[in-house]
């Protein structure tokens, strides 16, 4: 018979032993038809079937081997509901995790585990709707961990029965009201993180009193109000995250003991912030992070900072702080994180900089510099950012060396020199505008010493080689500022600047709309350019920048008004978008609204560069993204790009890195990991927007036309935010969404409300384009009539036939797997009940999770 006999005895014997040796109602057999109803088979690595339960991976057991009392399951890949009679029967159960998994769903029976369980951890899973409120049966429970899941809704009120725990973990979900009072009741805990949900209100009156051994406090990205004496009384507080909320009052009161970990940053906080000072009990030799950004704090810097020893990470940018010049840093010898922008520092940045030798990070933007850039030890030095001061000089080269191999550096408006030979035209035009083209390297050769050679001819060559590639780029530049002065649309535009008055209103027309901008004279009407506050723009250079808003300007005319091409004094290039509609805000309403828009940044997000408001116009003035939009990308002819351009012979290369070097229209988007890439970081926008943003925008229109591409060819989401603008009115019209993305909730007048999930739905659509290269509706699907991408898709991967759906463009350049998953992710996303899909936090985990790998 030979060795297949025997090694199929072998294989039989292990796999149906369970069914013979395991006998009903003992931990074994529940442990064994958990893992196999929950998609776990007994050909799993996990446990070995042979052997005793008490032996298996993750299994811990009593002192007699005969009850389970751990069980830890993470990262399996379990998915669906727990059944019953399963774990939920393990009588003698401590702790149980099964973290990392998909589950969606508690047994019924789970909650009699209450006189034992003592950890619980769910987190990072699929869990959605309301926490029971048998939550509370766990009389005996220390540590509760749910994050990183889609509970909504209030903490159940039954939390106050938790008198022994410890460790409280529900952040990144979607719960929302206030904290009950009962919370107080949990005097063991030394733990709470509520952060990124969708909390409100202000904390329990008592709250710091109530908790002497609370350490660590996390309330950050929630709708929180209060003030700082709320937390008065945290006798055992070193982790304070309140960050991201509402409260209000000065910060004095919450530098308090023994705290090592300070972040108040994105609130209302205001006073003086030199009032720390007086707080002398509190000390500063214990700290390691502080972040005050993003406040209202004024006053002098205070004077203690300088004995914070050993604080790794300060930030105290975007406050309304008084002109001064560079805090005492000098003895903060461990500092790894500097943020000291928008902070209207003065004078010259302190030389005490250099001796930070551990620094990564470095941030002195938008202040009133002037002088030199002072030594700086680069060993670790990742990020830099000086834009926006006043400096001169040359940059010093040990840094300029540096500069190739960090991760972010910015020098722009300043007045410092450099030779642009040595850096790509794409670096130059984004880290380097305003500066002086020069070849200080070539003109001091001290300053191109080397550790090599000093042979006097090698150094000549090298001078004659700088200065010719110098001439070349000049050269270069000459060509392509001709080349952009001879574009068609360009030749239309206006000199209004040197006319002493133009006169109003103002009247133009697109193929939708006539709009009006009811001025009496565009020299009078400002335009707010937020990164260039001193530039005089006016009305007038939005005319001239856009031709008069003339129809070969005109770039696309959405559902919010016209979007116009143009270039600002400065060479700013610009989109234009006129909101049409009118708002019911004031003129102040709206300033401060748009103000706050061009507040929020994100890599993944279009920025809103400036605003005007040209009588009841409301102009919305974006950085110009020269890629176009994923709409005119899939199925159209690239956005703004006229006809008599050709596209047709340019290529698409990846590079042995991240990605793309050179695009054209037919390349675009051929292959998997681009499609992927614009997937990701969408969906990061959208995640941004929803969790670390507060209050969450809901963007309330998502669609490919939504999504652009800027000049590196990384996606941008449009338009969030402006709905609001509007007012009750129009916010309704917008709020139903664009045709093939509107949620089904939509339809239903009680639950026609926008939502963080209809955001999600409209991405799970985007998502479905990318992946299958087709329109939302009015496209050909295979064998069908009348229906929508959504439910076509959503049809093939019920049957699991997804792989049929795949665009044949992107087969074969990349995992169909993965292409097959992404699928399943936009099946997620389109649920008909919201309730049933995922957070956008949720979909960048599993965006991620099926990236494409780069091989060098």
């Known amino acids: 018979m030979g060795f297949g006999f025997f090694s199929s005895v072998l294989v039989f014997t292990l796999f149906f032993r369970p069914l013979v040796s395991q006998q009903p109602n003992t931990d074994e057999f529940f442990v064994s038809d958990f893992f196999k ?53 393990l009588g003698k159960l401590q702790t149980l995790d099964l973290s990392n998994n998909n589950i969606t769903g508690l047994s019924s029976d789970l909650w009699g585990l209450g006189s034992t369980l003592k950890t619980l951890n769910l987190s990072n899973n699929h869990f959605s709707g309301f926490l029971p409120s048998n939550i509370g049966n766990f009389g005996v429970l220390e540590n509760l961990d749910l994050s990183n899941n889609n509970f909504s809704g209030d903490i159940p009120a039954s939390i106050s029965s938790l008198s022994n725990l410890q460790v409280l973990k529900i952040d990144r979900n979607e719960f929302s009201g206030s904290i009950p009072p009962g919370i107080l009741n949990c005097k063991s805990l030394v733990s709470i993180d509520l952060s990124y949900n969708q909390f409100n209100g202000t904390v329990p009156d008592g709250f710091g009193a109530a908790f002497p051994k609370l350490r660590t406090l996390n309330l950050a990205e929630n709708g929180f109000h209060g003030r700082s004496s709320d937390f008065l009384g945290l006798k055992s507080i070193a982790y304070l995250n309140i960050s991201g909320n509402m409260f209000q009052g000065s910060v004095m009161g919450v530098f308090q003991e023994p705290l090592e970990v300070i972040d108040l940053s994105r609130n209302q906080f205001q006073g003086h912030i030199s009032q720390v000072h007086f707080n002398s009990s509190f000390n500063w030799s214990r700290l390691v992070y502080l972040d005050l950004s993003a406040n209202e704090l004024s006053g002098v810097f205070f004077q203690d900072l300088n004995q914070a020893k050993n604080l790794k990470h300060l930030n105290l940018a975007g406050n309304r702080f008084p002109e001064q010049e560079f805090p005492q840093i000098e003895n903060l010898s461990n500092l790894e994180y500097l943020n000291l922008s928008r902070t209207s520092l003065t004078g010259s940045i302190s030389t005490a900089i250099s001796q930070l030798g551990e620094l990564t990070v470095l941030d002195l933007s938008e202040n009133h510099f002037t002088g030199r850039i002072p030594f700086l030890r680069t060993d670790n030095l990742q990020v830099i950012d000086v834009s926006q001061n006043n400096l001169t000089g040359e940059i010093p080269f040990p840094l300029l060396e540096k500069l190739p191999h960090m991760k972010k550096f910015n020098f722009s408006y300043n007045n410092l020199t450099l030779c642009a030979s040595n850096f790509k035209p794409e670096t130059l035009q984004t880290a380097f505008i305003g500066s002086q083209d020069s070849c200080p390297i070539a003109a001091n050769p001290d300053l191109f010493r080397r550790k090599t050679t000093t042979h006097k001819g090698l150094k000549l060559s090298l001078a004659i080689t700088v200065s010719i590639v110098c001439l070349l780029v000049g050269l270069l530049c000459l060509a392509f500022g001709c080349r952009r002065k001879t574009r068609r649309w360009a030749s239309k535009q206006l000199s209004f600047k040197e006319e002493p008055n133009i006169s109003g209103p103002f009247s133009f027309q697109t193929d939708s709309t006539t709009w009006v901008a009811d001025v009496k004279h565009a020299n009078s009407v400002p335009v707010v350019i937020f990164e260039k506050p001193l530039l005089n723009f006016t009305f007038a250079d939005l005319l001239s920048a856009t031709s008069h808003f003339d129809r070969g300007t005109l770039l696309a005319d959405g559902r919010f008004g016209p979007v116009y091409r143009g270039f600002l004094p400065g060479g700013i290039h610009v989109a234009v978008k006129v909101l049409v509609h009118g708002s019911t805000m004031t003129d102040h309403e709206a300033a401060k609204e748009l103000e706050y828009l061009g507040r929020i940044k994100h890599p993944n997000l279009v920025p809103l560069t400036g605003y005007c408001l040209a009588g009841d116009q409301r102009i919305a003035i974006y950085d110009y993204m020269e890629n176009g939009n994923l709409q005119n990308l899939l199925h159209d002819l690239p956005l703004g790009v006229q006809t008599t351009e050709d596209w047709s012979t340019d290529t698409w290369e990846e590079d042995n890195n991240n990605g793309i070097q050179n695009v054209g229209s037919e390349g675009l988007l051929t292959t998997w990991r681009f499609r992927h890439k614009i997937a990701l970081g969408t969906a990061r926008a959208l995640s941004f927007l929803h969790h670390g943003c507060s209050p969450p925008i809901i963007h309330r229109d998502v669609k490919a036309s939504s999504v652009y591409l800027d000049s590196n060819l990384e996606p941008r989401l449009s338009d969030f935010g402006l709905a609001k603008i509007f007012g009750n009115g129009l916010e309704d019209e917008i709020s139903r969404g664009s045709p093939g993305y509107v949620p089904p909730e939509f339809s239903q007048a009680e639950d026609g409300s926008p939502t963080p999930k209809s955001d999600v739905y409209g991405f799970g659509v985007i998502l479905f384009e990318l992946i299958t290269g087709k329109k939302p509706i009015a496209d050909d699907y295979p064998e069908e009539k009348d229906i929508t991408l959504v439910n076509w898709v959503r049809g093939l991967v019920r049957k699991n036939q997804g792989s049929s759906a795949i665009d044949p463009k992107i087969r074969g350049t990349g995992s169909e797997t993965q292409m097959e998953e992404a699928l399943r992710i936009g099946y997620l996303c389109t649920a008909d009940h919201p309730w049933k899909r995922p957070s956008m936090q949720q979909i960048v985990g599993l965006l991620k999770d099926i990236e494409p790998v780069v091989h060098p």
């Open 37 to 89: 109803k929950m998609g776990l088979n007994y050909s799993s690595s996990v446990f070995d079937s042979s052997a005793p339960i008490c032996s298996w991976e993750g299994v811990l057991c009593d002192d007699q081997e005969e009850n389970v009392i751990g069980l830890v399951a993470s990262g399996l890949g379990l998915s669906g509901f727990i059944p019953d009679s399963t774990i939920g029967k």
